[in-house]
């Protein structure tokens, strides 16, 4: 087994992109990450992509996007695992590398969303969920996140108002970020009087529909030393599942997936939850980075929200989340965003975060989740000397 | 870097199961390769599929797949590359175990094509084609297979009877396959008067549109020694990639993508290909059977067809293809039909093929081929003591 490192990162801005194919989105953010790594090509590239297949008639994408890349020839597939996909990917690409069977791996992850109605987006997006025992019922994906965050207020008595200061942070952060969706702060009266989209989600509470590609190029830690720039090292990889339907778990709030990939990747780096300096969160609804920071030893359940309010989750606070925006504030182009939480977290391990940059970063995890928790995949990077 | 060996394999029969969905599908298959291998669950599952998304609303199949199978908590993705999805999940499982991050691993193609509309399933077999420049414009999955073929016939003044052996070889082996969706034999004369699906393939041409799942289970080898039964090592694992859309390649007949990932796979088990005892080749359509065979160095260009009616392929022949029915006769469930090819061949390589046992097989090869050979993945398995 060898060492992993980073060697390069790209990412196009994440938004209504109606000007970009997929495969245009997708050698954009390659292009950039290979002109940083400073390598002609990848031997083999690992797509991560959710909706093609529904919302662009497109599968086999990997080969596409590697083509449109002008790499004819490598080894190319795709992996999907819903909204992990990404995060999934760049496990897969780890290990190929590891292995030993490539030296370079690229992974590139991209959706395209915005071409379709909402009606063919939220059913595109339902895939995720248990087609069977919830889609066909007609149980679309917010509508399964607000059961959770109902129950959640529920069990220990969490008002609303609390949940904001998620979405107040992640938009504070996409500010300074020019590659997110929505520059734009927001209060916490603008966040109490936001229209409800499932209740109690609102439209803050939630994560946009949006079109985005980001890449990163992975090599053996030697390779990577012999570039002139921070090296970066793969210091846990793990991920994990649960049942895919929600009425499938003895404990819905416990996020089991996140807690036990969460453990596998603390045991392979040898290292606690306070030893993080950052934690990209899977925001895609504020519920999820409460169970997300509960599941991962962050804090106690029931208490994530208050910590958030305390200001702990902040740029200046004791453990930096979404950090560049996060999925509310930066987007959530659903197959790529693993991809965009590992870049986020590679700017931050590199010192390259601009007027968000968390003083001193050098250990940071991500934690990227597919549907109600089904699939959620941890890694922890390190920059070392 | 860790070798790897097959410890279990599992199938159901391929036909209209329109009594199964696509997780009990899924879970068959694999249960009867956890039963094969004498393990409780692997620690990653990778699942093969192509069009659940379309045809069955459902995505994130992976961890739906793990979780019926009893394996809740354990890793899970999918795998896609359009029909060599299969190949590809085989690949990324390998280069798992040989990284040591993981010891058991389990493959699974799964599709379940037969519950839609034929235009629905024609549309969704299109996705892997070129979107943009091929699907849009109404060039179904046959049809761009046809253009093929008819330049090859062109090219090498091939008479279409002659591709007849292909077919009537395939028939002919899945005679004897408990798990093959069509177990009775053609012969010329019927090849001959079929009618057209896309002129000039026809119907025999052609494989069929079906249900069915496979599962591979792989260890590393040492693992492997110490069950009491033959020990199947992975020799060779390689994939290369050319242009999705056709219109796109300078030699429409050369599939350099079968070649390049050929002369990788030779490269890496030291063998040539008179070696192989056995090839399980991708007969999605009888042209892909003569061009796989020929990029592979198996036949010189323009010359398969002759080979195949001069019986070099059956099973007393030269070189036994489609040794248990292939594509055309024991089905082409499309995502899953990479990881059928696997479990063919390692039938064969234990000795336990029956009735169509190859007589001393010890070294073979497959190849999956997705698109019209944009992807193309080339594995290489031998018997070891």
Redesign the interface.
């Known amino acids: ?1 060898r060492d992993v490192a980073v060697i390069g990162i790209g990412q196009t801005p994440i938004g209504e992109l109606w000007d970009l ?1 997929l495969r245009e989105l997708g050698a954009n953010a390659l292009q950039q990450a290979a002109l940083d790594a400073g390598i002609e090509k990848p031997d083999a590239l690992f797509v991560a992509n ?2 093609a ?2 919302l ?9 996007v ?2 449109y890349s002008g790499w ?11 909204c992990a996909s990404g995060g ?1 990917a760049f ?2 690409a780890v ?2 590398v ?5 030296d370079v791996a690229a992974v590139c992850g991209v959706e395209k969303m915005t071409d379709e109605t909402t009606a063919q987006i939220t ?2 997006l ?7 025992f919830e ?2 019922h007609g149980a679309s994906f917010v509508a399964l996140n607000a059961l959770i965050m109902r129950r959640y207020m529920h069990e220990y008595k969490v008002p609303h108002p609390v949940f904001g200061a998620f979405s107040i942070n992640a938009h504070q952060n996409a500010v300074n970020n020019p590659n997110a969706m929505f520059r734009k702060a927001i209060s916490q009266a603008i966040y109490d009087r936001a229209p409800m989209i499932a209740d109690p989600i609102n439209l803050y509470d939630s994560s946009p529909i949006c079109d985005g590609a980001a890449a990163i190029i992975i090599a053996p830690m030697e390779m990577a030393r012999r570039l002139n720039k921070p090296v970066i090292r793969v210091r846990a ?1 793990a ?6 339907a929600l009425a ?1 778990r003895t404990q819905p709030l416990a996020l ?2 996140a807690a ?1 990939s969460a453990r596998k990747a603390y045991a392979q780096a040898g290292v606690q939850p306070a030893d993080m300096d950052v934690f990209e969160v899977h925001d895609a609804f504020s519920i999820m980075s409460a169970l997300s920071l509960e599941a991962a030893g962050f804090a106690a359940p029931g208490t994530a929200p208050y910590r958030a309010q305390d200001g702990e989750y902040r740029l200046d606070g004791k453990l930096p989340i979404s950090t560049m925006g996060g999925l509310k504030g930066r987007g959530h182009p659903v197959g790529a965003t693993g991809v965009y939480e590992l870049v986020d977290l590679i700017t931050q391990l590199r010192g390259e975060a601009g007027l968000n940059q968390v003083q001193g970063a050098a250990l940071g995890m991500t934690q990227n989740i ?2 109600t928790g ?2 959620v995949v941890t890694h922890i990077l390190e920059r070392t000397a």
Chains 1, 2 share one sequence.
């Open positions: 087994m194919s959710m909706l297949t529904r662009s008639n497109q599968a086999h994408l990997g080969t596409l590697a083509d004819r020839g490598i080894e190319a597939s795709t992996v999907e695992a819903a999934m496990q897969v290990r190929s590891a292995s030993g069977m490539i059913s595109a339902a895939t995720a969920s248990d087609a069977d889609g066909a990889s991920s994990a599942t649960d049942t895919l499938d089991e997936a036990s597919g549907g089904a699939t």
